[in-house]
């Protein structure tokens, strides 16, 4: 079912994509004399993205690729289920400026691997980034656990299945560098048998020319693009006979569940689900419970996927 699903997706996201990029000079010419963003509100990055596999073959790869840091309290996202700033410091018990770093939809398609959102406190007149949020969203399930972590240096158990060639065993080391002219990120998978045998590293640097004023020319099939090298490199894989492995709902429903347990062993805060052991929608989050880890506690939430037969 699956396998049908993805096949009509590719279909689909190929014919829409296509009309819809019938609208773009329209769209450049509304940005350019009208619908110029707040110049504060928007900053776009062009970097890499790099991935390295060690175990159980050795497997990297490198694709271009373009951000966009939107300060939610200046220009709130018009897109997708993310988070108002407001919430995003309820969250982390923060009082500063929040600035969420992702990807926006190209032609009516999106695609975003991982979102961030960078909470900061108030020190005096001086913002200091404190706690960030993690949205990871898994391709082709559409399925989403977004989380707090430091961007220090932070150890979440894997409570997401996000490559059908990694079991859910590991541990994701975090780290975030506040964004300015460069920003950087880092995702180091831990295994209790593998080592430390996978990296993702994001690096990019700040856009300053006049094709940044338009976002839909500038992000034009950039989302496109990143599941293409996905569904690439998953290809590539498979050629190397790394064992596919089926989504752990099917034989282990209780995954995530698992995924909280190993997190608590773990020297850092214990994740909670919001709601006990519901596994709550992000249309039906209640922030009330929301903890940043203060009293012990991560807030964490899954979003399931949006298909009748999830």
């Not at 293409?228 to 989504?247: C, D, E, G, R």
Request: glycine share 4%.
């Amino acid at each position: 079912m699956e396998a049908l699903y993805l096949l009509w997706s590719i279909a689909y996201t190929t014919v829409t994509s296509a009309l819809f990029s019938l609208l773009i000079p329209f769209q450049t010419f509304l940005h350019l004399f009208f619908l110029s963003p707040n110049p504060n509100a928007v900053f776009l990055y062009q970097g890499h993205v790099h991935h390295v596999r060690k175990r159980p073959v050795f497997h990297s790869f490198q694709y271009d690729v373009r951000y966009a840091l939107f300060d939610l309290d200046l220009s709130p996202p018009f897109f997708s289920t993310h988070l108002s700033a407001q919430e995003a410091r309820h969250i982390t018990h923060t009082s500063g400026p929040v600035l969420l770093l992702t990807i926006p939809p190209s032609v009516g398609y999106e695609q975003n691997p991982l979102s961030v959102y960078y909470c900061y406190d108030l020190h005096g007149s001086t913002p200091l980034l404190n706690k960030c949020i993690a949205e990871v969203t898994n391709t082709p399930w559409g399925e989403r656990v977004s989380f707090v972590f430091d961007p220090d240096s932070d150890l979440v158990a894997k409570p997401l299945h996000v490559s059908p060639f990694m079991d859910m065993l590991g541990n994701w080391r975090m780290r975030a560098k506040a964004p300015g002219e460069d920003l950087s990120l880092e995702i180091s998978v831990q295994h209790p048998e593998l080592g430390d045998y996978f990296t993702a590293t994001l690096k990019a640097k700040r856009v300053h020319s006049s094709r940044s004023h338009c976002l839909a020319l500038f992000f034009w099939l950039m989302p496109q693009k990143v599941a293409l090298w996905i569904y690439w490199q998953a290809l590539k894989l498979w050629w190397k006979n790394v064992s596919f492995l089926n989504h752990p709902k099917y034989a282990n429903p209780a995954y995530r569940d698992e995924a909280l347990v190993r997190n608590q062993k773990l020297q850092c805060p214990g994740i909670i689900k919001e709601g006990g052991s519901k596994h709550i929608d992000s249309d039906d989050q209640d922030l009330s419970h929301a903890s940043n880890g203060n009293n012990g506690e991560r807030w964490c939430v899954w979003r399931d996927a949006p298909w009748l037969w999830s």
